[in-house]
């Protein structure tokens, strides 16, 4: 019995999915330029003119012939890719959740070419990676509802690399609407947490349409406070009982930590 490589059978394996794919697409193909004749268009007539070759990569492989139907007059576009498209969108997905996943666009670009010989500059892979921030500028700038019963504030400290690696600030607010659904509302990222950060972010969040806030939740940062009821004056303020239980445990003895906590739960 004659035993087939093992990288031979996945190279017959791999002919064989993307033969499927191109005689799925090519019957879809057929049929969609069948129905467009028949059914949608609506200017002079036309009829089928034959096909033309073209290569399209897809997640499965390269079909380096596929065959598209065209008409006489050249009214029908399929709308299974544009016109010059060469490749499905995968790819570009692909590359954007890598990007989302801490690769920078350099080791993007080494990992496309490495897997699927396709030369991706750096350059190249920031330009569809762009798409992430336009994405997350539209999110940040959406409107809010207009009242919210609590907004909680909070700053976290993430590593984050620019021209050297260093801890800075991203300011969280997230809300509770009238119908008791939790939201993020926005995050903002710059330098050591500052009142005046936070002065900045509360009149990004009022702007956008909430402008009633029953009570607002955050920490004992110095002056937040102030610039909360400066940009809320109506709004009652509480302070975090996280934030007052870790500032209390430092002031307890080792030993008493545990019989305290559980009497603080109590409370």
Not at 83 to 91: A, I, N, S
Not at 98 to 116: D, H, L, N, P, Q
Not at 225 to 230: K, P, T, Y
Not at 239 to 252: D, G, L, Q
């Amino acid at each position: 019995m004659t035993t087939i490589p093992e990288n031979a059978f996945n190279d017959l394996l791999e002919n064989a999915v993307t033969k499927l794919v191109q005689e799925k697409l090519e019957l879809l193909l057929r049929e969609e330029i069948k129905n467009y004749i028949s059914n949608e268009h609506q200017g002079p007539r036309t009829t089928l003119n034959g096909n033309y070759k073209r290569t399209y990569q897809t997640r499965y492989g390269t079909i380096n012939e596929l065959q598209v139907p065209r008409d006489r007059k050249g009214y029908f576009q399929t709308r299974l890719f544009q016109p010059y498209q060469r490749r499905e969108g995968w790819l570009e997905e692909a590359i954007i959740h890598m990007y989302k996943g801490g690769m920078s666009t350099r080791e993007v670009a080494k990992f496309v070419e490495s897997m699927f010989g396709s030369q991706y500059s750096p350059t190249t892979v920031s330009n569809i990676t762009h798409t992430v921030m336009e994405d997350i500028e539209q999110w940040q700038k959406r409107p809010l509802e207009k009242r919210y019963s609590v907004i909680y504030l909070d700053g976290l400290y993430v590593k984050l690399k620019r021209n050297t690696v260093s801890s800075e600030a991203v300011y969280l607010a997230m809300g509770i609407d009238e119908k008791g659904i939790r939201q993020i509302l926005g995050f903002y990222i710059g330098g050591h947490e500052s009142s005046n950060g936070w002065r900045e972010v509360l009149k990004d969040l009022k702007n956008r349409g909430a402008t009633d806030v029953l009570l607002g939740v955050f920490d004992g940062l110095p002056g937040l406070e102030e610039a909360f009821r400066e940009i809320y004056p109506k709004a009652d303020v509480q302070h975090c009982v996280v934030h007052k239980v870790r500032a209390t445990f430092p002031k307890i003895r080792v030993v008493d930590k545990t019989e305290f906590l559980d009497d603080l739960k109590l409370v």
